[in-house]
């Protein structure tokens, strides 16, 4: 188990890095995923095709594995249209709220009971929220974009929990990269009517960031959460993932200089937040002592 809340925070480590990154490649949220998500599944697939552990898979469970990557493909698209219309932190900390989205949806989507403690949790984060979003009104697009994105996330570690059981973890990350890029190409053109996505291709040190995003933040990240999302119930880790906020915010303070808008209220919301991640991880790490 401990082994386990390790590998969860170390996810939680990485992911603080995939903030700052979407800010600093200059590409359109969704050119960015495309290529996230293109360079990923080429990857994976070579290595897979390398070692001979690329499995056979019949075209339903694609197609399911593809379902779920999708709801990851959209996250990212909104993840990152809400830190380029805001800054990192705003984008951050409406990640926070996937602990809230996750106690509403998972009941619903896996049929058992409301938890209360999970939504007093949840409370904690949205009053932290509330007081971040307090000292200033200049992101509103950014604050909604993110709300989208963590909901969506919500329903993808839901559901990938789910689906990740019946099947092997690597190539299940292929075909939900594959799956996320096939739908995503699809809805570009549309997407373009209403947001001109402008370059397409990087340039510079885009090609860099990308790098380090595709073969640390993506592949190695969803492994990693994928692992762990068999091991730990998918509330836990949504809300040990509020802590991604701390990291992002304490990298874009040297990189993009943001501490300068912070204030107080940002202080005491990111200590709400921090508080509920603990009392989440006591709560569930107690619970095989007491049945033992």
Known sequence: M??????LHLSVFIAGFTGVLGRLITLDS???VWWRMAAAALLMWAFLAIRKDLNRYQFKDKLQMGGVGMLLCLHWVFFYASIKASNVSIGVVCFSLVGFF???FEPIINKHRFSGREFLFSLLTILGIY????FDSRYRLGIALGVVSSALYA?????NQRVGKHYEAKNMLLWE????L???TCLIPLYNMFIPVGRIYPVGMDYAYLA???VICTIGLCLLQIIVLQKIPAFTVNLTYNLEPVYSIILSMFIFHEYKELNFSFCIGIALIIISVILQTLSETKKPKASA
């Open 212 to 214: 380090f995003m595709v």
């Open 177 to 180: 990269m594959v799956g996320g």
């Open 2 to 7: 401990k082994k386990d809340y390790l590998l």
């Open 182 to 184: 096939i739908g995503l």
């Open 30 to 32: 969704a050119i960015l």
């Open 155 to 159: 329903l993808f570690a839901i559901v």
């Open 102 to 104: 996750t106690a509403l």
């Open 131 to 134: 007081l971040i979003f307090h």
